[in-house]
């Protein structure tokens, strides 16, 4: 299997750039992590290795290179010594990002090695619904799976994790998350940075308490979802990467179970959104925060080019309208849905190699769905709380997730209209499996990510949400809240595409 990271950043670049790089022998069983910064301070000059940014290994596939994923029990180390606890794909934390070619075969084995059942589900792939992760189709402990199909979808950031019902949230909060690139290779023609100047962050929040990694939902986390009260980055709490003063990329997931988050410089300056889930927006568009739900992802450029010599703080900015927080049984200190957070700190160096480059003003456009013919089919999702007591808080048209049964189907490429109509008082990121869809309109205010190709929309308290969409895909697929913990507690729906 080749380490595609050795060629594209090259391991002097990734020296240079004093970025740590997992996999390579650094990193073991143990972990990568480094120790707990409280707080991103801007003016630090000097900046301790263990807090350097972590990248992830790289697995290269297609072209005749599988890979191979073996979910088990591991370490990690979030600054206060090896703990265990973890469930890590290939002993890594982070996961090991997957990278891909449009048209290249997609073949990748999931070994098994936890004491429980599970499975993965590649988030945002158009994958046959056999390969797909569906949340009764699992591993049995110590079996194995070989995932195979053709990558048909757009280069972009998609994302892998277990699907198994009723465990998603704490296998994938526990560690079982990736990245999952889909890449061109066109990416410098369209002037976007390459190399080490397009940077994979993975951010989940976690709740941490000396070191220790916490994963106890009672009956009020199951009504919020579990939040954490710190965010980690690549598996470490507010890191620092040394970097350029260029444009840099960087390809945000929030993989947090249940936190919202709203990425943002810290000195509230101008960034471009350039990317959503499934892939480029038409055209860079410039934003001073981008509210990300869980499940979600964008690709972000920022000009940190007159910034040489100097700090500058990313971070996850306040916002207010979503509920949810401190109402939490957990530990009564873990800061409410909106709260902000330090995510890490660039530390800007001088130009080591080429020009600090510029934001491209324009990519591919970007056919849009017909909103009047999405509109003679549509489905309307009821999405509710408080039902009742025990489990079950949250439902979708007054069902809870039932893997035998069939809630409805959907034909096999005609263009529908889907309604989410949020009549509970929390956020729900909505998702479906087996394609990408288009934004209409929403009720609360256009998202700057409404612009792009989605399969996880956030719909807000007493929102509505129209999206448009088409399945290209036969089979059986699942649509569900991204919030882990509504997920596993039943609010999703099984659907079949004929
Ligand atoms: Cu990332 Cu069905 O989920
Ligand atoms: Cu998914
Ligand atoms: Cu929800």
């Known amino acids: 299997m080749l380490d595609r990271r050795d060629f594209v950043l090259g391991s002097a670049g990734i020296a240079a750039l004093g970025l ?65 606890g973890a469930l890590l794909f290939n002993r890594q934390w982070p996961a090991p990002t997957l990278r891909i070619a449009p048209g290249a075969s997609f073949d990748v084995t999931l070994d098994n090695g936890l004491t429980e059942p599970t499975n993965v589900h590649w988030h945002g792939l158009v994958a046959p619904s056999a390969m797909d992760g569906h949340p009764m189709d699992v591993v049995a402990v110590g079996a194995g799976k070989r995932h195979t199909f053709v990558i048909n979808d757009r280069p972009g950031t998609y994302w892998y994790h277990p699907h198994p019902h009723r465990r998603t949230a704490r296998q994938a909060y526990l560690g079982l998350a990736g990245l999952l690139l889909v890449d061109d290779g066109h990416d410098a023609a369209r002037g976007l940075p390459t190399g080490p100047r397009d940077v994979s962050l993975l951010l989940t929040d976690k709740r941490v308490d000396n070191g220790v ?12 979802g ?3 009260n710190v965010v980690l980055v690549n598996g470490k709490a507010a890191p620092v990467a040394r970097v350029e003063p260029a444009v840099l ?25 350039i990317a959503t889930d499934g892939g480029l927006l038409d055209a860079p568009r410039a934003v001073n925060n981008v509210l990300l739900a869980p499940g979600e992802r964008v690709e972000v450029l920022l000009d940190l080019g007159r910034d040489a010599g100097t700090s500058v703080g990313f ?11 401190t109402m939490g049984m957990g530990g009564g200190s873990v800061p409410s849905q909106g709260a902000a957070f330090d995510l890490l700190r660039f530390d800007v160096t001088a130009l080591l190699t080429g020009g600090p480059g510029t934001v491209p003003s324009a990519f591919e456009p970007i056919v849009r769905y017909d909103a009047n013919l999405a509109a003679q089919r549509t489905r309307v999702f009821e999405l509710t709380g408080m039902n009742g ?106 659907f079949a595409v004929l």
């Open 20 to 84: 740590s790089s997992c996999g390579g022998g650094g990193c073991g069983p143990d972990g990568c992590g480094g120790p707990i910064v409280g707080s991103a301070s801007l003016a630090a000059p000097n900046v301790p290795d263990d807090s350097t940014l972590t990248i992830p290994a790289t697995i290269e596939l297609g072209f005749g290179s599988p890979g191979a994923i073996r979910a088990a029990a591991g370490n990690y180390d979030l600054g206060a010594g090896a703990k265990a």
């Open 213 to 224: 990694l916490d994963y106890s939902p009672g009956m009020m986390d199951m009504i919020t």
């Open 226 to 228: 579990w939040l954490g």
């Open 249 to 273: 990329r960087l390809r945000l997931l929030n993989a947090s179970n249940a936190r919202i988050l709203n990425p943002a410089l810290s000195d509230g300056r101008m960034f471009w959104l």
């Open 315 to 325: 971070v996850s900015a306040a916002f207010a309208g979503m509920a949810g927080g």
């Open 389 to 494: 007591m025990g489990s079950g808080w949250h439902r979708i048209n007054g069902l809870l997730y039932d893997g035998a049964r069939i809630d409805f189907s959907v034909p096999l490429g005609l263009l529908d209209r889907w309604q989410f109509v949020n009549r509970s008082s929390e956020p729900h990121p909505m998702h479906m499996h087996g394609t990408q869809f288009q934004v209409l309109s929403r009720t609360g205010g256009a998202l700057p990510t409404d612009l792009g190709w989605k399969d996880t929309v956030l719909v807000r308290s007493q929102e509505m949400v129209q999206i448009a969409l088409r399945f290209d895909a036969a089979g059986e697929y699942v649509v569900h809240c991204h919030n882990l913990e509504h997920e596993d507690d039943g609010m999703m729906l099984n």
